[in-house]
């Protein structure tokens, strides 16, 4: 293997935003050299990150699975049902050979001379450092920190004499058996854990500083049950439930934004069904409205028969500080625990948090303007695939995808080789807005690592959508001759 290979894109990222764009970069542009970098020494992303006990996907994977590949299984699926239908992808599309593990992108350096990025590649089994060159970067590794998750430094912390546990760092050798354990968070994480845990634990408890809205159904689709007792194709049925499930999300979603009470009375009525009226005032009420963060699904009421059976408490209150043995809340009440699990988010790092430099200048992205949540201003040939929040993060890896690969024709068309987003005269001195506004969309982790996102403008192209339905229908359309497109 050559010290000096070149080809056309080099994605970074074997996770599903990676395999989908590899799908159809494949597909779309079959003359097109590429290769994926992914410092794992496998595939899957989040999936092989995470480890704890019951990690399955809060999305169901109809719309978190790709268009292109249908889904079989239950809706909401384990990581190792998820990896596998990965695994089926990468050979389905025979891309083992376009994938190497083991590499791990330090830098990135791009030459108006040579046009092309040259990345610094550590080969993790020999911590050797090569170069790699492209025509085209994508960036398809997601948005937070796979090696350190998010804990916070709480008053008294290193006090602790019990076992903590972040989930993104799960050991192998946790013994929870007859301990009294500490779940921190509320989110999809603490209510995953708990009822898998629940059970071998002397007991557990929630601490939650605030409630997380919650939805539960069957972990089955009437609809794909039907439908496939009518003998219909896999690939109708895929197609048929994905848009019915994209239809009722929308309905909620708007919902939500013109009919918040609505919205909210729904989704507190299904936790009453299960734990009550004083149990859901006081634990399962949020502040917030529905989809400012996501809404938790737990299967089969899982969460709820956890609290019900008496294994699972859930306490309401803020840290005061940590004891050698537990935790002291601002109530004055005090939590006994062996072993706390800090189900507390994950650190955000947008385009791998490696330095950039073009001609030899450093330039940091956090100055950059998202175009349209894809390219940002000044980076030329470069794009980063960033899904959904509040639809399945794979629906937008399914339209970025068709979108860059439009872009990479429509340079051959022109016969160009580099473009790049540039500031018009009357975009100069726009404000740099949160990547999500605070409106749309604002989990802890967002507005924590908010000074570390590209800018979003004032007014389109320069703003990141997190609507699918508004962008399953502009994107296909958007205008790739527009003059913030700058083509040499």
């Known amino acids: 293997m050559g010290e000096n290979e070149h080809f056309d894109v080099i994605l970074v990222g074997a996770g599903i935003s990676g395999l989908g764009f590899a799908h159809h970069l494949k597909t779309q542009c079959p003359q097109k050299s590429f290769l994926l970098l992914e410092s794992k020494d496998t595939f899957g992303g989040t999936w092989v990150t995470h480890t704890y006990p019951g990690i399955r996907s809060d999305s169901d994977l109809y719309t978190f699975g790709y268009r292109f590949k249908p889904w079989t299984g239950d809706p909401v699926a384990s990581a190792d049902r998820i990896l596998e239908y990965l695994g089926e992808v990468i050979e389905d599309d025979e891309l083992n050979g376009h994938i190497r593990y083991g590499h791990k992108i330090e830098a990135a350096h791009w030459s108006s001379k040579d046009q092309r990025w040259t990345l610094d590649v550590r080969r993790t089994d020999s911590d050797t450092l090569k170069q790699i ?44 058996e007859g301990k009294q354990v500490v779940v921190i968070g509320s989110g999809a994480t603490a209510a995953t854990l708990i009822p898998n845990i629940a059970d071998n634990c002397a007991h557990v408890t929630m601490l939650q500083r605030s409630p997380t809205y919650f939805w539960t159904s069957e972990n089955r689709n009437e609809l794909a049950d039907r439908l496939r007792l009518l003998e219909l194709p896999e690939e109708w049925v895929h197609e048929i439930v994905r848009r019915d499930l994209l239809q009722t999300q929308k309905e909620i979603q708007y919902g939500a934004e013109f009919a918040p009470e609505v919205v909210k009375e729904e989704l507190l009525s299904v936790v009453r069904q299960h734990l009550g009226d004083e149990m859901t005032e006081k634990h399962f009420t949020p502040r917030y409205r529905p989809w400012q963060q996501r809404i938790a699904y737990v299967p089969d009421g899982d969460l709820f028969e956890a609290v019900k059976s008496g294994a699972a408490t859930i306490v309401t209150d803020e840290i005061a500080c940590f004891t050698p043995g537990g935790i002291r809340l601002k109530s004055g009440d005090e939590l006994k625990a062996d072993v706390v699990i800090t189900a507390t988010g994950f650190n955000v790092q947008v385009i791998g948090g490696i330095p950039y430099t073009i001609d030899g200048e450093s330039i940091d992205p956090t100055h950059s303007f998202t175009h349209r949540g894809i390219m940002l201003s000044e980076f030329p040939n470069f794009a980063q695939i960033f899904g959904y929040l509040r639809t399945s993060w794979t629906m937008r890896v399914d339209l970025v995808s068709d979108y860059l690969c439009r872009v990479l024709q429509h340079m051959d068309a022109r016969d160009a080789r580099v473009v790049v987003p540039r500031l018009r005269p009357e975009d100069q001195g726009m404000t740099c807005h949160r990547w999500i506004s605070e409106s749309q969309f604002d989990p802890g982790y967002i507005r924590r690592g908010a000074h570390l996102m590209p800018c979003s403008g004032d007014y389109e192209p320069w703003t990141f959508s997190p609507d699918y339905y508004r962008e399953k229908i502009e994107m296909p359309l958007f205008d790739l001759d527009d003059t913030t497109l700058v083509y040499q």
């Open 133 to 176: 060159s492209c025509s085209f970067f994508v960036w398809t590794g997601g948005y937070y920190d796979h090696e350190q998750g998010y804990t916070p430094d709480w008053p008294g912390f290193s006090n602790f004499s019990g076992r903590v546990i972040h989930p993104q760092h799960w050991p192998d050798n946790a013994d929870l």
